[in-house]
């Protein structure tokens, strides 16, 4: 019989529960709601204390000026600084992230941006990777200077040395405060080696007397295929609107790390007003029950089309999928890193821009949009669109060409996907 504390068990004697089990029951007690096998949406602004001295213990620990009790990040008072639903899928994305804490916000974008509010001064350098999500290099490249925030960047994530000389030029235009990588990249399927990034790291800090802080957008493989707060990076950052979401349906995102790494940004969530609402806070909670079960089978199908396009009788393809890329270096660090494809990953062909449009004009069940993650299959031309604000010097040294055509795999039956796919390249070529 279950006892009053199972709703925060996560063992059974010394078996660790996978997070698959907990996301059916972890953080919730449906004896505080009635018996409630599922949590309510508690629709509620304000929170009532039992005594002026709980408000005043409440406001200790939200300020910092007492520590948390164990497990708790203080208690309830206000929606915009937490409320039931938010705390249930903090505890759930840290089962999965395996990071002790996280910090959940009203898009992708608004985590990434506590992410740099908190950290980041004026005259403070910022190291990216390249490229990163369209609206991530916008904030980065285009809003912080305008608050004295300079940039670096690195191109190839496999090559350390490339990591180092990219951070010491960093360092001659001021503090590096930050790097802030994807890995896997979108559209491209780029990765970065974590290990070798947290060498330069060391070096850097021995050399500066400061240690950047790290960064990774895990939206495309985690928390399925990719952990990466284990690995060794600070701090992950997810767009929750994509897989684990799942559904096209909501917009929400999310910080993983340390509890003390996650403290700053969660003040920078509550002074700006960036947190998720209690409803779609719920349908997060829905959604993580099945998050597996989505990302396992959409990668599956993924792998499929892959396949098929690869093998293609109509026109010779390049795929940009981890099955298929051979340069021995990024074999290695998927291995070490990932434990299966996102189902989400492009393919170029030696195509105009026209002939690409009209190859995805000829598609009908595959729909033109950006996005990814969700359960419906989307096609997407990033150089007309993601990255179109992207410099075309830039996207050629990216690789994103005209010719290069992303697809995000969903949960349709991959055969249906594949005639699609055939009937589109025979009428296009
Ligand atoms: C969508 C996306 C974002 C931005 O998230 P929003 O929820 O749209 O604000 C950031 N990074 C990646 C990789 C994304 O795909």
């Not at 929170?47 to 708790?72: D, L």
């Amino acid at each position: 019989m279950a006892n009053n504390d199972s709703y925060k068990k996560s063992k059974i004697g010394e078996h660790s529960l996978k997070p698959e089990t907990l996301m059916m029951s972890y953080g919730y007690n449906p004896q505080l709601s009635e018996g409630s096998v599922k949590p309510p949406v508690f629709l509620t602004s304000t929170f009532a204390y039992q005594t002026p001295e709980e408000g005043e213990e409440s406001f200790h620990i939200m300020a910092g000026r007492k520590p948390a009790p164990e497990g708790n990040v203080g208690g309830l008072i206000y929606s915009r600084f937490n409320h039931p639903n938010v705390e249930i899928i903090e505890d759930r994305l840290s089962l999965y992230e395996k990071s002790e804490s996280s910090v959940v916000c009203s898009s992708g974008m608004g985590a990434i941006s506590a992410i740099l509010l908190a950290y980041l001064r004026p005259g403070d350098v910022i190291v990216q990777s390249a490229p990163l999500y369209g609206g991530t290099e916008t904030l980065i490249r285009k809003f912080l200077p305008q608050f004295n925030i300079q940039t670096g960047e690195f191109i190839n994530g496999l090559d350390e040395s490339e990591m180092l000389s990219s951070l010491r030029a960093s360092t001659k235009k001021g503090r590096v405060a930050m790097v802030f990588i994807e890995s896997p990249a979108n559209p491209t399927n780029s990765l970065v080696d974590f290990a070798a990034l947290m060498r330069v790291l060391d070096i850097i800090e021995k050399e500066t007397g400061h240690r950047p802080i790290s960064v990774c957008d895990n939206t495309l493989m985690g928390p399925v295929f990719q952990q990466v707060v284990p690995q060794g990076i600070d701090m992950a950052m997810y767009s929750l609107t994509k897989y684990v979401g799942g559904h096209s349906d909501l917009v929400a995102g999310a910080v993983c790390g340390s509890r003390e790494m996650l403290r700053p940004v969660r003040a920078t969530r509550g002074a700006l007003g960036l947190n998720l609402d209690p409803h779609t806070s719920w349908m997060i909670s829905r959604s993580l029950e099945t998050l597996s079960i989505r990302m396992e089978r959409a990668a599956q199908s993924g792998r499929k089309v892959a396949q098929w396009i690869a093998e293609n009788p109509y026109r010779s393809a390049k795929l940009l999928h981890p099955d298929f890329i051979e340069d021995q270096e990024y074999k290695n660090v998927y291995k070490r890193q990932c434990s299966g494809p996102s189902s989400t990953f492009s393919f170029v062909l030696d195509i105009s821009k026209a002939e690409a449009f009209r190859f995805i004009n000829n598609l009908s069940i595959f729909k033109s949009a950006v996005s990814l993650g969700g359960s419906e299959s989307l096609v997407c031309h990033p150089a007309s669109t993601t990255h179109s604000g992207v410099a075309a010097e830039l996207r050629d040294l990216f690789g994103v060409s005209d010719g290069l055509i992303r697809l995000s795999i969903g949960l349709e039956h991959p055969d249906d996907l594949i005639i699609d796919l055939e009937q589109a390249f025979k009428a296009t070529f």
